[in-house]
């Protein structure tokens, strides 16, 4: 398990793109990286997942340079209802203990 | 489809009480089992995974421990509760691929008194 290293907080204003970077300078070959969003007093919702260069669906991007020790998550066009914790995880094995790091606040205001 | 339930949402307990949460999954089988405890203000902490029935692994020690009697069944145990053991509890799950996400229930917010 690749340690992760995000901000840990970050402020945008609604309608403005966001974007979250996280490091893991130490991801092993078979590692695919996993975002997962968390709003108070609920368990944490996967977002989004990739190994190498972009991932879309409905809700975020995320972008993986060739070298992979590093990730952006990329959330268009925020609204107040995307204030919550991102999480970052570099793993690569079900079944292994999957340690989730402090994570990054989002505040979006109007 | 897949879920997982959890309960209770709430519970209040005395300390030194004992303490039993469970989480099912359906719609799965041999699910990877994990639990998760967040303080107030506080990022996750892995308590317990499980990648089978009678598998435990532990990866805080405390005096909480974590049984798995069935497939789908994950049970969080104490014998007598500390006051630090109060926080918001999460069961999850996972499928055994190695990029298989993390699914979490919808937790148990537990105060120690």
């Known amino acids: 398990l690749a340690k992760t290293t995000q901000p840990i907080s970050m402020d945008s204003y609604e309608g403005q793109e966001v974007n979250i970077t996280c490091s893991h300078n130490n991801i092993a070959t078979n590692d695919y990286i996993t975002w997962y969003q968390q709003f108070p007093s609920q368990g944490p919702r996967f977002i989004i997942q990739g190994y190498k260069t972009k991932v879309t669906n409905e809700v975020a991007s995320l972008f993986i340079p060739a070298d992979r020790k590093s990730s952006t998550l990329s959330l268009p066009r925020v609204s107040l209802s995307d204030t919550a914790v991102y999480y970052c995880?570099?793993?690569?094995?079900?079944?292994?203990?999957?340690?989730f790091g402090k994570g990054t606040t989002l505040s979006v205001s109007s | 489809s897949q879920t997982i339930h959890q309960w209770p949402a709430t519970l209040v307990q005395p300390v030194g009480s004992p303490l039993s949460l469970e989480c099912t999954v359906e719609?799965?089988?041999?699910?990877?089992l994990y639990w998760y405890r967040q303080a107030a203000g506080r990022g996750l902490q892995l308590l317990f995974y499980?990648?089978?029935?009678?598998?435990i692994s532990s990866e805080v020690p405390q005096n909480l421990s974590a049984s798995r009697p069935q497939d789908r069944q994950f049970i969080l145990s104490s014998k007598k509760l500390l006051l630090s053991d109060s926080g918001f509890y999460l069961c999850a799950w996972s499928g055994g691929l190695i990029n298989s996400p993390l699914h979490f229930g919808n937790g148990t917010r537990l105060t120690v008194t």
């Open positions: 499980s990648v089978g029935i009678g598998q």
């Open positions: 995880l570099a793993t690569n094995q079900a079944g292994t203990a999957l340690i």
């Open positions: 719609g799965t089988s041999n699910p990877n």
